[in-house]
Every structure is written in C-alpha cells, then in structure tokens.
C-alpha cells in the first residue's frame, strides 16, 4: 500500500501532467470577468510551423512601450498551478489577454522551456494603440522557419475579423460583461 501511494505521489508531482489536467482540456477558452472598465479584451491566434517536436505555444507577453508605464508586460498562460479551478485563456493557439489603455507590443513566446524573444521589426510591427475599452481581434500570426538554419519569422494570416474567429471570439465572450462590445456572428445557413 506504502508503495502505491508513494508511487501516486511521484507521478503526480513528476515530470507528467498533473491529475486535473484532462478536465483543463476539456475547458473552453473563456474571458475572464474585466480587470476595470478602462480595459479591452485582445484576442490572438498563434500558429507553430509542424515538427517532430513542436508544441503549441502555451505563454505570449506583450509589453507597454508608452511613456505614462513604459517596460510594464501583461502575459496570459496555460501554465500555471491549479488550473483546472480558472478560466480557460489560452487553448490551442488561441489568446485572451486584457490591456488596459496605451501603447503595447508583442514582446516574446513560450512554448514549454523554448522562449522566442521578437525582433525589435517583429514587436513595432506588432504594435497596438488601445485608447479606449473594447474587444479585439488581432488575427492569426504564423511562426515560420525558412531552413534548416535560417532566424524564425512571424507572418500575418489576415484572418482577423473572419467567420470563423467571429464565432471562437463570440463562444469565449458569451455571458460576460465582454459580450456587450462584439457583434454576433451571423448564423450559418441550413
């Protein structure tokens, strides 16, 4: 009995997934309640070029470059303890994160111990001015490897604003106080 439990114990502190983690999957991505009134949601997709041993990235960090706060991150994350008990804000690609007013940029990705620190062409073209509180989507960005040697790039999908994000942004804001500033997608045809 000694050894069952000590055996329950190592795999679930291990190097493994945690025991709450097949209900965490089955969890939709879902917008948290707002930080303030001032604050917008931003929705963000990011794609990783395939592999042998690629995984989703699973943590963005976006940076405010204005004055007023200047060098200030706001990051969302799968990754964390107890996650089953929160709200889902990052699944398969997909991103939730609130920004309050001013001026950010993408500053970096994660994806389990690899880090992708952005070029500063990459962060300024990733820029967003929020000015005011609302919802928006930024669309697909597609991490990219040219060759065998060649730096990793970003590449804009320009799906923002499609059907298909409509509905993904509409599930995850559905029932909170985001659902006020988006529009409904319009309803497939029978």
């Given at each position: 009995?000694?050894?069952?439990?000590?055996?329950?114990?190592?795999?679930?502190?291990?190097?493994?997934?945690?025991?709450?983690?097949?209900?965490?999957?089955?969890?939709?991505?879902r917008?948290?309640?707002?930080?303030?009134?001032?604050?917008?949601?931003v929705?963000?997709?990011?794609?990783?070029?395939?592999?042998?041993?690629?995984?989703?990235?699973?943590?963005?960090?976006?940076?405010?470059?204005?004055?007023?706060?200047?060098?200030?991150?706001?990051?969302?994350?799968?990754?964390?303890?107890?996650?089953?008990f929160?709200?889902?804000?990052?699944?398969?690609?997909?991103?939730?994160?609130?920004?309050?007013?001013?001026?950010?940029?993408?500053?970096?990705?994660?994806?389990?111990?690899?880090?992708?620190?952005?070029?500063?062409?990459?962060?300024?073209?990733?820029?967003?001015?929020?000015?005011?509180?609302?919802?928006?989507?930024?669309?697909?960005?597609r991490?990219?490897?040219?060759?065998?040697?060649?730096?990793?790039?970003?590449?804009?999908?320009?799906?923002?604003?499609?059907?298909?994000?409509?509905?993904?942004?509409?599930?995850?804001?559905?029932?909170?106080?985001?659902?006020?500033?988006?529009?409904?997608?319009?309803?497939?045809?029978?």
């Open positions: 009995m000694k050894r069952w439990l000590l055996l329950l114990l190592l795999v679930s502190h291990g190097a493994c997934f945690r025991l709450s983690d097949p209900i965490y999957a089955m969890k939709p991505l917008a948290a309640e707002p930080h303030g009134d001032e604050y917008s949601l929705f963000l997709s990011i794609q990783r070029e395939g592999g042998l041993f690629a995984r989703d990235i699973d943590t963005v960090y976006f940076r405010r470059v204005d004055p007023p706060a200047r060098g200030s991150f706001v990051w969302t994350t799968s990754e964390f303890l107890f996650r089953v929160d709200l889902r804000s990052v699944k398969d690609g997909h991103f939730l994160i609130q920004l309050s007013p001013g001026v950010w940029e993408l500053d970096r990705m994660v994806s389990g111990r690899t880090h992708w620190l952005l070029s500063d062409e990459a962060r300024v073209s990733s820029r967003i001015y929020i000015t005011r509180p609302g919802v928006y989507d930024l669309g697909t960005l991490l990219d490897k040219p060759g065998l040697f060649g730096k990793y790039s970003l590449a804009v999908q320009g799906d923002a604003g499609s059907a298909e994000r409509s509905r993904q942004l509409w599930d995850a804001v559905k029932g909170t106080p985001w659902e006020r500033l988006v529009a409904a997608p319009p309803r497939d045809a029978p």
